[in-house]
């Protein structure tokens, strides 16, 4: 059974840069697509983008330019970088897998969660 | 694709049957495998989503069986038959077709009456 957990600050400052990791036990990163969805506080859910253990990826162009998500396969993680953050930021940020049948494709649901991790942007 | 769901809340009786709808902006059937990219998610509160539907209509593994996904195209239902205490929560439906982005629903809220 996967196991996926959010790592990092609780806090940044506003124009600063969201970092955080996604760390995967239990099935190796070097299969499937993996993502990275926020929620706002009391609202609905927001996909930012995702990636494959080549590192290839695809943003939400509502964050595009800001945003950018690489994977370590030596140590079977992932990272979201989100640079020049404001209040609108704040949220649980979760980590998710993409479901594979055989062949993994990107274009499928969100099989595997993690606990999610909330940052707050706040001086 | 824009993903709309109704009604954003409802409260149902404990064994009354809950329907939730979510209409897409466009088309999420895809003609060369005869499939519909639409998940649905359940989330309780202070937890991560769980999916319950994908491809539309077929049952997530340990899925109770009172859960169901009918639709096609642009228009899609999420069924629960016989509403149990532990169903409280946010449903949401996904929409995988088209990238980028994923979008979600903006999520029913599922209460007992």
């Known amino acids: 059974q996967v196991q996926l957990q959010e790592s990092g600050p609780g806090l940044v400052k506003p124009s600063e840069t969201l970092s955080l990791t996604c760390s995967v036990s239990?099935?190796?990163?070097?299969?499937?697509?993996w993502s990275w969805i926020r929620q706002p506080p009391g609202k609905g859910l927001e996909w930012i983008g995702y990636?494959?253990?080549?590192?290839?990826?695809n943003y939400n162009p509502s964050l595009n330019s800001r945003v950018t998500i690489s994977v370590d396969t030596s140590q079977n993680q992932f990272s979201l970088r989100l640079s020049s953050v404001t209040a609108a930021d704040t949220a649980v940020y979760y980590c998710?897998?993409?479901?594979?049948?055989?062949?993994?494709?990107?274009?499928?649901?969100?099989?595997?969660w993690g606990q999610g991790t909330l940052v707050n942007v706040s001086s | 694709i824009v993903m709309t769901q109704t009604p954003d809340s409802l409260a149902v009786s404990l064994g009354e049957r809950a329907t939730i709808h979510c209409r897409s902006s466009?088309?999420?059937?895809?003609?060369?495998?005869?499939?519909?990219?639409l998940a649905w998610y359940q989330q309780k509160p202070g937890q991560p989503p769980k999916v319950l539907i994908y491809w539309a209509s077929t049952r997530a593994s340990g899925v109770p069986d009172r859960f169901s996904g009918s639709g096609a195209g642009t228009d899609f239902t999420l069924t629960i038959s016989s509403l149990q205490a532990e169903d409280v929560g946010v449903y949401y439906c996904q929409q995988y077709y088209s990238s980028p982005p994923r979008t979600f629903g903006q999520g029913t809220k599922v209460e007992i009456k």
């Open positions: 239990g099935g190796s990163i070097s299969t499937h697509y």
């Open positions: 998710a897998r993409v479901y594979c049948d055989g062949d993994c494709y990107p274009d499928r649901h969100f099989d595997s």
């Open positions: 990636i494959n253990y080549r590192g290839y990826t």
């Open positions: 466009q088309t999420v059937f895809y003609n060369s495998n005869n499939k519909n990219y």
